[in-house]
């Protein structure tokens, strides 16, 4: 039964939505802190991916069918990084180390980021991370047999 057109549940996922926007704004653990966290795993990951590539570029004595694929395979990943790596960018002076510490202040990125951007970029990082990974078997296999 509904009081005033709310339900029991309208009540329950109010309250879950309120707290988990409190705990973003929270200057400990809040989204400033995953925020971090994501970041320094995207970079991580890019870092990686750049070593892939220069032991390619180095290893590769000529341009074989296998060596072409995993740098076009290098190339279409690292974009894909650079890409969530700029939109990262975006909510950095928001979230990133050099935020500023006032509670007003970025707000709206705070939510954003706790609602929406960590998830997505969950997501995203997820599908990047296996198509490191194959890049990555991928290399061992072409040097083991080169």
């Not at 971090?36 to 890019?46: D, F, G, K, M, P």
């Not at 500023?100 to 939510?111: F, I, T």
């Not at 960590?118 to 991370?129: G, K, M, Y």
Request: with cysteine; aromatic share 4%; glycine share 8%.
């Amino acid at each position: 039964m509904s009081v005033v057109g709310l339900s029991p549940t309208d009540i329950v996922n109010g309250v879950r939505v309120l707290g988990k926007g409190i705990s973003a704004l929270r200057e400990n653990g809040g989204s400033q802190s995953t925020y971090r966290t994501a970041s320094e795993s995207l970079h991580a990951q890019i870092r990686s991916l750049q070593i892939v590539k220069d032991f390619l570029n180095q290893s590769a004595p000529s341009a074989t069918p296998s060596s072409t694929a995993l740098s076009d395979s290098v190339r279409l990943v690292q974009e894909h990084y650079q890409q969530i790596s700029e939109e990262l960018r975006k909510s950095d002076a928001a979230l990133g180390c050099s935020a500023s510490s006032s509670k007003r202040r970025g707000v709206a990125k705070k939510l954003g980021w706790a609602f929406n951007g960590d998830q997505d970029f969950r997501e995203r990082i997820a599908r990047l991370t296996a198509g490191l990974s194959a890049i990555t078997l991928d290399t061992i296999v072409y040097v083991c047999t080169a």
